[in-house]
């Protein structure tokens, strides 16, 4: 029964997403919001009852309905004043980014996110890593304010990758990975509609093979990865360069996104822009690194048994395939186009 309440709830939050992103007005948008955010508070707390589940989900409950009192306010401030110079149109455009900008959990609005990421199993972490993001990132695409976001992006980027420098946890690290990301997704939306769409599926892609990887062996810290029997050599290996990738290392399908978003940055002339992005990349290209050299250098065993697999072989080939995709796409990419 309760695995029947999930598929519904499930269904209600795509069908919430959808509703906002085919929609022609902004209330019709909110609503799809509140269809949204209210079917994946019961998600939240699925499986075993605990208090860090409760408490993410009181906690992305009160920062999404505060996020959604601002919205309403600053969409039915516009509606009212629209014909009279009593509000300054700007103000109300500022009201509404910065709403969809804390649903988003982009900087400098993030405080909740990795709070929220703490306390959730994988799947909900990837849900909201990924498809939580669809409706705020559609609705901020249709008011860009270039100078706000500018801001916008810097400090997600600046957030994204200090955050993630001194983490133990795996979750906090995808959630300030995710920040970080965000920042690019914003650069990207500047320019094209399709650049932010495609490099949000890259993102998700990339972000599916890595949690996948985490939730079947269970982990949630650093430590954890020391000590598993049952993740030999090779599974370690494929791990961080799946991180590798997320990060945006060049021989990687992770850095295919990133180098379309920085080649439309050098046609619009944005050098600043560029060299802070990059720089800033680099740090959280630091932290995964710094990850895998511990765990290969420094705590590396070999035991002579080996512990019962706790997933099945379906789980592992859907991994392997997917990491294969993700150390392999961009040579993959570059061939294709070569032979078209």
Excluded at 87 to 110: D, Q, R, T, V, W
Excluded at 180 to 201: D, R, T
Aim: aromatic share 18%; net charge positive.
């Amino acid at each position: 029964m309760k695995k029947i309440s999930n598929n519904i709830f499930l269904i209600m939050l795509i069908f919430g997403s959808l509703i906002t992103i085919s929609s022609n007005s902004w209330f019709s948008a909110w609503m799809g919001l509140e269809i949204n955010l209210l079917s994946f508070i019961p998600l939240m707390n699925e499986g075993k009852k605990n208090l860090m589940a409760s408490e993410s989900s009181l906690k992305y409950f009160l920062t999404q309905a505060f996020a959604s009192s601002i919205l309403l306010f600053s969409i039915i401030l516009t509606l009212l004043f629209f014909n009279f110079n009593w509000i300054n149109n700007s103000f109300n455009e500022m009201l509404i980014l910065s709403a969809l900008l804390l649903k988003s959990g982009a900087a400098p609005f993030h405080f909740w996110f990795p709070g929220v990421m703490e306390g959730l199993s994988w799947i909900n972490s990837l849900i909201l890593m990924t498809w939580q993001k669809i409706a705020p990132m559609m609705l901020i695409s249709y008011n860009i304010n270039y100078n706000f976001f500018l801001i916008t992006i810097i400090l997600s980027m600046i957030i994204g990758a200090l955050g993630g420098l001194n983490q133990i946890s795996l979750r906090k690290l995808m959630a300030f990975s995710s920040i970080n990301h965000l920042g690019w997704m914003l650069m990207a939306m500047m320019y094209s509609e399709l650049l932010w769409l495609s490099y949000f599926m890259f993102y998700s892609f990339l972000s599916i093979s890595i949690v996948i990887m985490f939730n079947n062996f269970n982990l949630f810290y650093f430590n954890q990865i020391f000590n598993i029997p049952i993740m030999n050599v090779n599974i370690k290996f494929y791990m961080f360069l799946n991180l590798l990738s997320l990060g945006g290392l060049p021989p990687f399908l992770g850095f295919l996104p990133k180098w379309l978003v920085i080649q439309n940055l050098i046609l619009m002339d944005q050098m600043f822009l560029l060299f802070i992005s990059v720089c800033l990349t680099l740090i959280t290209l630091f932290y995964y690194l710094r990850l895998s050299y511990s765990i290969f250098m420094l705590n590396q065993y070999k035991l002579s048994w080996m512990m019962t697999n706790s997933f099945n072989n379906s789980n592992m080939n859907l991994m392997l395939i997917m990491n294969f995709i993700s150390i392999n796409g961009l040579i993959m990419v570059s061939l294709i186009y070569l032979i078209l």
